[in-house]
């Protein structure tokens, strides 16, 4: 039997396959800096998921709720100010 067919999300022109990321990874691919990645865990923005067992060491945060903060920040071009 195959195994899972993975699903392209597709965040800021960045095309993800796996269903969680790693803090280190949103750090890597996005605007945002590692502590405001916890500042966003502890408002309950970001489900932290503890894959490995470690409370630091294997946080991973569910891909799809990484696209969705992009989605609700981003800014229509036509609200933009100079």
């Known amino acids: 039997m195959a195994g899972p067919v993975g699903i392209a999300i597709v965040i800021q022109g960045v095309t993800f396959t796996k269903p969680y990321l790693r803090v280190d990874e949103i750090v890597?691919?996005?605007?945002?800096?590692?502590?405001?990645v916890y500042e966003l865990i502890r408002d309950g923005v970001f489900t932290a998921h503890c894959t490995s067992g470690a409370r630091v060491k294997g946080i991973s945060i569910p891909t799809l709720?990484?696209?969705?903060?992009?989605?609700k920040i981003?800014?229509?071009?036509?609200?933009w100010q100079e």
């Open 74 to 79: 981003k800014v229509p071009a036509e609200k």
């Open 65 to 71: 709720e990484v696209k969705a903060y992009f989605e």
């Open 28 to 36: 890597d691919y996005f605007p945002l800096g590692r502590s405001k």
